[in-house]
T-cell receptor, first 115, second 111 residues
């Protein structure tokens, strides 16, 4: 089955640090990747959609200068949280799919804690 | 704008009992997904429903879809403790080809 690897699984860092999260599709070409954020006891909220080789499309209310997304290859997308603050602490989940209409395959998530 | 509502948001039930989780959505969609999430974990895919009247079953879980009513149900039969988790439905937004999630139903099955 399609596998999406997300790394790291857990990050704890100081306020003001930038943190990079990687999302890799291991056995398929991910033309589209999605980044979600989930606060405790809440649902998943889509942050942005990225298509390989194009700029990411951000959802309303998500700061593109704070959450930098790069999708330079068909197997890798990265999310960089720049100058992270405690309010950015959350569970970040990526997903990937190969073609429109195909199911999204989810990574294992990254728990980000900013002190 | 596509809106997806789940109810109940929290469900505490005894082992052996049956119950149904409901997922309503506001605009036409071509597919609906059900996921399970354990604490601290990511999503596990349970079902994808593609057409009106679709019914899928896996173990004690059965999902159905009524596209005319814009309603999906996840029925739990003879619940066991291992089913304790949060369950999400997600509806495909045809316009953007992306998923909109319901608020989730936190299920707790007590021995």
């Amino acid at each position: 089955g399609a596998v999406v690897s997300q790394h790291p699984s857990r990050v704890i860092c100081k306020s003001g640090t930038s943190v990079k999260i990687e999302c890799r599709s291991l056995d398929f070409q991910a033309t589209t990747m999605f980044w979600y954020r989930q606060f405790p006891k809440q649902s998943l909220m889509l942050m942005a959609t990225s298509n390989e080789g194009s700029k990411a499309t951000y959802e309303q209310g998500v700061e593109k200068d704070k959450f930098l997304i790069n999708h330079a290859s068909l197997t890798l997308s990265t999310l960089t949280v720049t100058s992270a603050h405690p309010e950015d602490s959350s569970f970040y989940i990526c997903s990937a799919r190969d073609l429109p209409g195909q199911p999204q395959h989810f990574g294992d998530g990254t728990r980000l804690s900013i002190l | 704008e596509l809106k997806v509502e789940q109810n109940p948001l929290f469900l505490s039930m005894q082992e052996g009992k049956n119950y149904t989780i409901y997922c309503n959505y506001s605009t036409t969609s071509d597919r609906l997904y059900w996921y399970r999430q354990d604490p601290g974990k990511s999503l596990e895919s349970l079902f994808v429903l593609l057409s009106n009247g679709a019914v899928k079953q896996e173990g004690r879980l059965m999902a159905s879809l009524d596209t005319k009513a814009r309603l999906s149900t996840l029925h739990i039969t003879a619940a066991v403790h291992d089913l304790s988790a949060t369950y999400f439905c997600a509806v495909n937004n045809n316009a953007g080809n992306m998923l909109t999630f319901g608020g989730g139903t936190r299920l707790m099955v007590k021995p």
